[in-house]
């Protein structure tokens, strides 16, 4: 069986070196890759929005499904691009057509479909250039601390916290009208703001039935005790120590069965992950947000810990028969470590050469922002590598992972050494 896998970062790599363990020994191509996702199959040189490029190759090399690792290929319809063709529509594609796609591309339409299917959600308004004022003035009724979302893609930069009038009402602007985050903030969720302890959970559905994966919590400060920029996720712990058998069944009870019912009511055809991101507030599970894909770096803790053929569950998504599919989880506890850029996630530079890679003997080492040049692994991106660990015990995984993320080098690497210590 031949299988493409779209995208370079590292949840593509965990992707890879899952699907590579399955013993149906399939064929992997990555497109584009990065230097580490080669250990595991081809790398293809193909833009992750070429659609015309992905079609050519998958009909010149038999492909016989493709996963779609990032958000923006499925919110531009890379899916519905299959379906579309009479020569590709047989080929199976792992994540939802661009209708299904919303709940990530859109805030505003998550929100209404939260809304619809009485799913928790803070309360909410959006607002855009037409009725800016009227913005304005809902802001100066609204409790403090604020959220502002843009409603489209924002490369995960999106979400403002505004702990002052002033502050809002500015960002509000500046959004808006001043185009911070381009088209992605023409639209603007003001959102009500929940105190509690936020984590994700996973979902895998055929569109009727689901099956729910680990739970995991990710760190996006780029600071240790979790302080400084937002980042795109320093590191992530799975399973959440606070998310136990009672929570998760208020998650399933009133997130995930309204969530995969709402799409059938609603005629939205969904194959693929759900990336449910929640805030625990005093025991009750809120939904923050919707994305339609697997989280980076939650991904390289949860599918290291997930025990099944993965293949195997794909081909469930794909036939339609997930729930006949066997799956079973790890009962240990992994550890995810991101290594960065020095000066991410700011300007950083990248041409690095990573050294020790293979003095990592008791993690999984999944590259993300890497290329080979001239032999070399060199660094290529704000995220550089992910270490993770998988123990009996949290400490252990927390200790054995840090260190590892240790013995790599490259000049100004930096990475958290308190990833999941605040909930020892």
Known sequence: MNILIIGSGGRESAFAYKLSKSPKSPKLFIAPGNAGTHQYGQNVDLKVTDFTGIAQFVLDNNINMVVVGPEEPLVKGIHDFFLERDDLKHIPVIGPERLGAQLEGSKDFSKEFMIRHNIPTAAYKSFDKSNLADGLAYLETQKLPIVL?????????????????????????????????????????????????????????????????????????????????????????????????????????????????GLKKDNIPYKGFIFIGLMNVDGDPFVIEYNVRMGDPETESVLPRIESDLLDLFEGVAQGDLHTRSFTVSTKTAVTVMLVAGGYPGAYESGMEILNIENVEDSIVFHAGTKLVDGKVVTAGGRVIAVTTLQDNLLDALQQATADAGRIFYERKYFRRDIGFDLI
């Not at 999106?158 to 023409?186: H, P, Q, R, Y």
């Not at 969720?189 to 929940?194: G, K, P, T």
């Not at 136990?244 to 009870?253: A, G």
């Open 149 to 261: 979302k843009a409603d489209g893609l924002a490369a995960g930069k999106g979400v403002l916290i505004c702990e002052t009038l002033e502050d809002a009402k500015a960002e509000l602007k500046a959004m808006i009208d001043d185009a911070k985050f381009g088209e992605a903030s023409s639209v603007v969720v003001i959102e009500e703001f929940l105190k509690g302890i936020e984590l994700s959970v996973f979902v895998l559905t055929d569109g009727n039935s689901y099956k729910v994966l680990p739970s995991a919590k990710d760190y996006k400060r780029i600071g240790e005790g979790d302080t400084g920029l937002n980042t795109g996720g320093m590191g992530s712990i799975s399973p959440v120590p606070f998310a136990d058998e009672t929570f998760l069944s208020k998650v399933e009870e009133r997130v995930i069965k309204p969530t995969v019912d």
